[in-house]
Protein backbone atom coordinates (compact mmCIF):
# COMPACT_ATOMS: atom_id res chain seq x y z
CA UNK A 1 0.00 0.00 0.00
CA UNK A 2 1.06 3.33 -0.89
CA UNK A 3 -0.01 7.23 0.26
CA UNK A 4 0.21 10.26 -1.56
CA UNK A 5 0.08 13.60 0.30
CA UNK A 6 0.79 16.54 -1.92
CA UNK A 7 0.95 20.13 -0.86
CA UNK A 8 1.86 23.34 -1.79
CA UNK A 9 -1.17 24.41 -4.14
CA UNK A 10 -2.80 27.96 -3.37
CA UNK A 11 -4.28 31.33 -5.40
CA UNK A 12 -1.65 33.19 -6.83
CA UNK A 13 -1.77 36.45 -9.41
CA UNK A 14 -0.55 35.62 -12.84
CA UNK A 15 3.07 35.77 -13.04
CA UNK A 16 3.73 34.50 -9.84
CA UNK A 17 5.05 31.05 -8.51
CA UNK A 18 4.32 27.84 -6.59
CA UNK A 19 5.80 24.56 -5.63
CA UNK A 20 3.88 21.46 -5.21
CA UNK A 21 5.40 18.99 -3.35
CA UNK A 22 4.20 15.16 -3.50
CA UNK A 23 5.41 12.66 -0.34
CA UNK A 24 5.06 9.03 -0.85
CA UNK A 25 4.59 6.56 2.02
CA UNK A 26 3.92 3.19 2.71
CA UNK A 27 5.12 -0.76 2.06
CA UNK A 28 6.97 -0.85 -1.13
CA UNK A 29 9.83 -1.99 -3.36
CA UNK A 30 10.57 0.98 -5.22
CA UNK A 31 9.26 3.92 -7.10
CA UNK A 32 9.97 3.88 -10.83
CA UNK A 33 8.51 7.15 -11.31
CA UNK A 34 6.63 9.92 -10.30
CA UNK A 35 4.30 12.73 -11.97
CA UNK A 36 1.99 15.54 -11.82
CA UNK A 37 -1.54 15.36 -13.62
CA UNK A 38 -4.22 18.17 -13.45
CA UNK A 39 -7.59 18.43 -14.00
CA UNK A 40 -9.53 21.73 -14.91
CA UNK A 41 -13.67 21.66 -14.52
CA UNK A 42 -15.15 20.15 -17.15
CA UNK A 43 -12.09 19.01 -18.77
CA UNK A 44 -9.80 15.26 -18.58
CA UNK A 45 -7.17 15.55 -16.74
CA UNK A 46 -3.63 15.66 -18.05
CA UNK A 47 -0.23 14.86 -17.64
CA UNK A 48 2.20 18.06 -16.55
CA UNK A 49 5.27 16.44 -16.22
CA UNK A 50 6.89 13.44 -15.31
CA UNK A 51 9.88 11.96 -13.93
CA UNK A 52 11.63 8.25 -13.47
CA UNK A 53 14.23 7.39 -12.03
CA UNK A 54 17.13 7.71 -13.88
CA UNK A 55 16.41 11.61 -14.20
CA UNK A 56 14.38 11.88 -17.86
CA UNK A 57 11.71 14.23 -17.53
CA UNK A 58 8.82 15.02 -19.86
CA UNK A 59 6.63 17.81 -20.13
CA UNK A 60 3.62 19.41 -21.45
CA UNK A 61 3.82 21.73 -23.97
CA UNK A 62 1.75 23.90 -22.09
CA UNK A 63 4.39 24.30 -19.37
CA UNK A 64 7.54 23.67 -20.82
CA UNK A 65 9.88 26.50 -20.24
CA UNK A 66 7.82 27.42 -17.06
CA UNK A 67 7.56 23.90 -14.48
CA UNK A 68 10.31 21.73 -13.77
CA UNK A 69 9.36 18.23 -12.10
CA UNK A 70 12.46 17.12 -9.70
CA UNK A 71 12.77 14.23 -7.20
CA UNK A 72 14.38 12.75 -4.28
CA UNK A 73 14.46 9.25 -4.04
CA UNK A 74 15.81 9.30 -0.61
CA UNK A 75 12.53 10.75 0.75
CA UNK A 76 10.16 9.66 -1.83
CA UNK A 77 9.52 12.92 -2.68
CA UNK A 78 8.32 14.75 -6.16
CA UNK A 79 8.20 18.44 -6.66
CA UNK A 80 7.08 20.40 -8.93
CA UNK A 81 8.07 24.19 -9.36
CA UNK A 82 6.18 26.48 -11.22
CA UNK A 83 6.87 29.86 -12.38
CA UNK A 84 5.31 32.66 -14.76
CA UNK A 85 1.89 30.95 -13.73
CA UNK A 86 -1.18 31.51 -16.40
CA UNK A 87 -5.09 31.42 -15.42
CA UNK A 88 -5.08 28.80 -17.83
CA UNK A 89 -2.94 26.69 -15.18
CA UNK A 90 -5.80 26.76 -12.83
CA UNK A 91 -6.86 22.80 -11.96
CA UNK A 92 -6.67 20.64 -9.08
CA UNK A 93 -3.18 18.81 -9.70
CA UNK A 94 -2.19 15.24 -8.85
CA UNK A 95 0.35 13.37 -7.61
CA UNK A 96 1.08 9.92 -9.45
CA UNK A 97 3.47 7.31 -8.72
CA UNK A 98 4.20 4.08 -10.52
CA UNK A 99 5.52 1.53 -8.16
CA UNK A 100 6.70 -1.97 -7.82
CA UNK A 101 5.05 -3.16 -4.59
CA UNK A 102 6.67 -6.62 -5.24
CA UNK A 103 9.27 -7.89 -8.02
CA UNK A 104 6.24 -9.18 -9.56
CA UNK A 105 3.35 -6.27 -8.79
CA UNK A 106 3.36 -2.51 -10.57
CA UNK A 107 0.35 -0.47 -9.73
CA UNK A 108 -0.38 3.06 -10.09
CA UNK A 109 -1.52 5.34 -7.14
CA UNK A 110 -3.00 9.05 -6.36
CA UNK A 111 -2.94 11.82 -4.64
CA UNK A 112 -5.61 13.20 -3.47
CA UNK A 113 -5.10 16.68 -5.31
CA UNK A 114 -4.27 20.30 -4.29
CA UNK A 115 -5.74 23.25 -5.91
CA UNK A 116 -3.81 25.76 -8.12
CA UNK A 117 -5.89 28.96 -8.92
CA UNK A 118 -4.33 31.90 -10.63
CA UNK A 119 -6.09 35.10 -10.81
CA UNK A 120 -5.94 37.28 -14.29
Known amino acids: QVQLVESGGGLVQAGGSLRLSCAASGSFFSINAMAWYRQAPGKQRELVARIIGGGNTYYADSVRGRFTISRDNAKNTVYLQMISLKPEDTAVYYC??????????????WGQGTQVTVSS
Open 96 to 109: NADVSSTLIMRNNY
